[in-house]
Structure formats: C-alpha cells, structure tokens
C-alpha cells in the first residue's frame, strides 16, 4: 500500500515538473499578432485576416466586436479560443476556427532561421543552421566535409558579396575563422596536384 500511494505521489510531482516546462510562450502588450479566420464566408475572412496589435493595457480589438479581448499573459493557443467564444457568443459566427502567431513565435522562427551557405564540392551543398560561435570548419563539417574531389586547403569565406578570405581549415589558425549568419562558404575543387 505504502509502494501505491509513494509512487502516486512521485507521478503527480513528475506530471507537474514536465507540464510547466512544456507551457507556450505568452503574449505581451505592445505586441503585434497575426490572427487569421477559418469557417466563415470568404468574404468575411478577407476583412478579418491581419495584424492586430496588442495595446498597452493588453487588449485587442477585432472586427464586429464591441469590447475588446484580454490577450497579455496568454497562450497563441488560449487567446484564439477566447476569441472563437467571443465571437459565438455575440452571435457573429457560428463555428470560427481561430488561429494566432504572436511576435514571439515569429522572433523564434527568425533565430531559427538564420543560415550559412556552404557550397562547391561539399557532401551535403547548401543552407545549413547557424550556431553562435560557429567556426569555418564546424560549417564545412556541418554539411558533410570536404567531397573526394573538394580541396579543404583553399576554402574560401563570403561576407555580404565580399571575399573576406582563403583558409586552409586543415591548419588549426584556420580551423577557428568565425562565421556569421548570412555568411557564404564555397569548397572549390582540387587541383591536378590535389590542393
């Protein structure tokens, strides 16, 4: 019995532990948020689908609605509920499917997708995601290493459209070059005498 109620106890802790390191990111004031609609006319959702910014006092304000709706401290998830009852409840709509992405979620998906282009004779040529404190040969790396026919020895680095060098990556000096997001790497291909 003891075995029972210790393990319950441990269940509910862990359940609790996990649940709060699994909540969405909250919405702030001052904040822009693109709300779109789903489940009425075309029209309709042509009027409605845009950025609505969230003012100081945490609000939104949509159309047809008379009052504003509390969207500081909530969810993307929470606040498009509020607004589906908001709207059934004022008798606007019957069935609306909200959906909102908050500056947050945008913000994270621009971290996410910041790149370094590594091309030439590379494994795997292309964008690949960028690290901070990424290093040249930690990018060559990342897209598989220097092909048979790729010479590591004169990799060459491209910082806005300008060549900011040639680097041997196979010496350590060179190995530890930083690299920015937006930077352009090419691997050119080996010489007849294998540089």
Do not use: C
């Not at 009027?47 to 008379?66: C, T």
């Not at 060549?163 to 050119?188: E, S």
């Amino acid at each position: 019995m003891r075995l029972i109620t210790y393990s319950t106890i441990l269940f509910f802790v862990l359940l609790g532990v996990f649940s709060t390191g699994l909540q969405a990111a909250q919405i702030s004031s001052n904040t822009t948020l693109d709300i779109s609609i789903k489940g009425v006319p075309a029209g309709e959702q042509a009027k409605f689908d845009g950025g609505y910014p969230v003012d100081s006092a945490g609000f939104i304000y949509l159309p047809l609605l008379e009052d504003g709706i509390r969207a500081s401290g909530l969810s993307s998830s929470h606040l498009a509920r509020n607004i589906e009852k908001a709207y059934q409840k004022a008798e606007i709509y019957v069935n609306p499917r909200i959906n909102v992405i908050s500056n947050k979620d945008q913000a994270a998906q621009k971290i996410d997708a910041q790149i370094v282009t590594v091309g030439g004779f590379v494994a795997g040529p292309g964008p690949i995601p960028y690290t901070r404190g990424m290093t040249l040969f930690e990018a060559v790396a990342a897209a598989g290493g220097a092909g048979t026919f790729g010479s590591d020895k004169r990799v060459e680095l491209h910082r806005r459209g300008v060549k900011k060098g040639i680097y041997n990556i196979r010496l350590a000096k060179d190995m530890k070059v930083p690299v920015y997001p937006g930077d352009t790497i090419k691997v050119p291909q080996k010489t007849v005498f294998g540089n």
